[in-house]
Each structure stands twice: as structure tokens, then as C-alpha cells.
């Protein structure tokens, strides 16, 4: 494998476009859902339908990107360790397929938010019940993603770093970034939001990206 290779500016140019996905969709789905009342959010998605469904859109955009990015990390890392390659492979396409189910509960979010003003925004009623649900099953959706994520990850930029295909330091900042992201996500599921907990890894993603497009990868010989 040389820099000159295509396959590591591909995988460069995946890397910015799950990165800038996953801030877009983020940022469109966390103003449409805010954080007032379930009410407020079936209303506010209601009048912005069309944001909504490009948030949808962008997350399955990032799912897809997932796994072109998983099985371009696995060609790249495999010689220097398959066993672990195979199994970040696995984690990562798992998160793929956990993020394009949990869209379920975002489409219904949508559908129910047109049928909650249609009916008038009632007040209590059977819609805010279904609304708490699908939104909690989004939440909760992005959280398990999380955790694919960062499991697979560690495992990635670890072979990043044991291969020397990248600067070591560029490695070792995936690796904390990643593993900042496993903290942020455990603390998600004992109901402890630290959001700014991922700003590390977005980061990394955005600079492994400019860097593989730029730069490409070492050679390397495989370690015994």
C-alpha cells in the first residue's frame, strides 16, 4: 500500500462526508425536538417538515457512509492484525444498522407530529404519550450507535497506531477521542448528558479526513 494509493483518499473523503452528516442531522434534529415540551417539538416538527425529513435523510447518508468506512478501514488494517480488524468491521456495521432502524421512530415522530395538529394540538392526549415514546426511542437510538461506535473505533485506531500508516499522534488522538466518546455514552445511559464529551472525536474525524485526502498512508510493514 503507498500514498498514492486511491483507496486512502476514498476513505478521507468518507471520513468528512459521515463526519459533516452526523453535525448537520445532529444540529437539525436537536432544533426541531429542542428540549421543552412534547408538545412544543411535535408542533415545531409539524411546521418543518421538510428540515425533518433532511435530518432523516442525512443520518441514513451517515449509515451508508459507515459502512464503506468500516470495510475501507478493514482492506487498509487487515494485514496488520485481521482478528481485531474483523471485529471492529462487525462493530461498525452493526452501528450502521442501528442507526437506519432507529430512523423508524424518527419517520413516526414525523407522521405523528402532522396528525397531532391536525386534531387540533390537544392537550393531554394519546400523542404526547406516542411522542415521548418515538423521541426517547430516537434518543436512545443515537446512544447504542455511540456505544457500536466507539468499540469499533478504539479497535481501529489502535491498528492506526500499531501500523504507523498515520502519525502516531494522530492515532493516539483517535484513540482518546474515541474513548471519550465510550465515557459520554455510558454516562448517556446512567441519564448524564455531557454532549461536549464528542467534540474531540468530531474533531479527529474531521482532521484524519483532510489528512488521508492530503497525505494518504504510510507504508508499513506488518508487526509479528
Not at 75 to 103: D, R, Y
Not at 157 to 186: M, Q
Request: net charge neutral; aromatic share 12%; with cysteine.
Amino acid at each position: 500500500m503507498n500514498s498514492g494509493n486511491s483507496m486512502p483518499r476514498l476513505l478521507g473523503v468518507t471520513f468528512l462526508v459521515v463526519a459533516v452528516a452526523t453535525i448537520l442531522s445532529d444540529f437539525v434534529l436537536r432544533s426541531l425536538l429542542g428540549s421543552g415540551s412534547i408538545s412544543d417539538s411535535l408542533v415545531n416538527i409539524a411546521n418543518n417538515t421538510v428540515m425533518m425529513r433532511i435530518g432523516i435523510l442525512l443520518d441514513l447518508i451517515t449509515s451508508v457512509g459507515i459502512v464503506i468506512l468500516a470495510a475501507l478501514l478493514f482492506v487498509i488494517l487487515q494485514k496488520q492484525n485481521k482478528t481485531i480488524a474483523l471485529v471492529a468491521l462487525g462493530w461498525w456495521l452493526g452501528e450502521s444498522v442501528v442507526l437506519a432502524v432507529s430512523k423508524i421512530s424518527t419517520f413516526s415522530l414525523l407522521s405523528l407530529s402532522q396528525e397531532f395538529v391536525k386534531a387540533g394540538a390537544p392537550d393531554p392526549s394519546h400523542f404526547q404519550s406516542l411522542g415521548i415514546l418515538f423521541r426517547d426511542a430516537t434518543t436512545w437510538g443515537y446512544t447504542t450507535v455511540l456505544l457500536f461506535f466507539a468499540l469499533g473505533g478504539i479497535l481501529f485506531y489502535y491498528l492506526f497506531y500499531k501500523s504507523r500508516a498515520i502519525p502516531r499522534g494522530l492515532s493516539v488522538w483517535g484513540i482518546i477521542a474515541v474513548c471519550l466518546a465510550l465515557i459520554g455514552c455510558l454516562l448517556k445511559i446512567f441519564d448524564f448528558d455531557f454532549g461536549y464529551i464528542f467534540i474531540p472525536n468530531i474533531a479527529f474525524e474531521l482532521a484524519i479526513g483532510v489528512w488521508l485526502i492530503v497525505k494518504g498512508v504510510r507504508p508499513y510493514e506488518v508487526e509479528s
